[in-house]
């Protein structure tokens, strides 16, 4: 269980286009999902925090207009990279969290990410 | 000081030693304890989760937690090369609904 899918694993587009990315929670639904950008050894950097039905919330110096997310049901969110650049090639990485009380409600479950590299 | 320190590794063990992975956090409204592994360039995996103080057990995979010191612990028994990843530990206070809060990570290479 507790299953999330990210598509596509890899995307490479040119400069100046828009790209999506989606993240689907296969077996439960998820009131809550995250978007996570990590470079090279790092750890993930919290980009946003998705709710189904409402605006995400951006974190810190994270650029709103530029990362669009949609959560528009309780198993689907997008991230739209939108007039993507160079400097926007990174790992980007949904999670999801489920809708249950108790411990459960704590934890993320991850997608397997998706590459994405702007010529 | 960062909220949630992990020593970065890299650490190398033999095949079939026990491995011991550790974070140290500041913030004493941290009630649940993840650790994930992550293979690289894939998302992270959920391993262990623990509520509050205590140990939790699951196959090769020991999780500790020590609130009075916070320190947190992984321990991993019969280390196989197919444990070679990214070990991150990650955490959250009592209220819930709210964002992870990640160590580094530690690199982790069990050698054949």
């Known amino acids: 269980g507790a299953v999330v899918s990210q598509h596509p694993s890899w995307v490479i587009c040119k400069s100046g286009t828009s790209v999506k990315i989606e993240c689907r929670s296969l077996?439960?639904?998820?009131?809550?999902m995250f978007w996570y950008r990590q470079f090279p050894k790092q750890s993930l950097m919290l980009m946003a925090t998705?709710?189904?039905?409402?605006?995400?919330?951006?974190e810190q110096g994270v650029e709103k207009d530029k990362f669009l997310i949609n959560h528009a049901s309780l198993t689907l969110s997008t991230l739209t990279v939108t007039s993507a650049h160079p400097e926007d090639s990174s790992f980007y990485i949904c999670?999801?969290?489920?809708?249950?009380?108790?411990?459960?409600?704590?934890?993320?479950?991850f997608g397997a990410g998706t590459r994405l590299s702007v010529l | 000081q960062k909220e949630v320190e992990q020593d970065p590794g890299p650490l190398s063990v033999p095949e079939g030693a026990i491995v011991s992975l550790n974070c140290t956090y500041s913030?004493?409204?941290?009630?649940?304890f993840m650790w994930y592994r992550q293979y690289s360039r894939k998302g992270p995996e959920l391993l262990m989760y623990?509520?509050?103080?205590g140990n939790k057990e699951d196959g090769r995979f020991t999780a500790q937690v020590d609130k009075s010191s916070k320190y947190i612990s992984l321990f991993i028994r019969d280390s196989q090369p197919s444990d070679s990843a990214t070990y991150l530990c990650?955490?959250?206070?009592?209220?819930?609904?709210?964002?992870?809060?990640f160590g580094t990570g530690t690199r982790l290479t069990i050698i054949p």
């Open positions: 999670s999801a969290r489920t809708s249950l009380g108790g411990v459960a409600k704590n934890i993320q479950y």
């Open positions: 077996d439960f639904q998820a009131t809550t």
């Open positions: 998705s709710n189904e039905g409402s605006k995400a919330t951006y």
């Open positions: 913030n004493s409204a941290f009630q649940y």
């Open positions: 623990t509520y509050s103080s």
């Open positions: 990650a955490m959250s206070s009592l209220r819930g609904n709210e964002k992870l809060t």
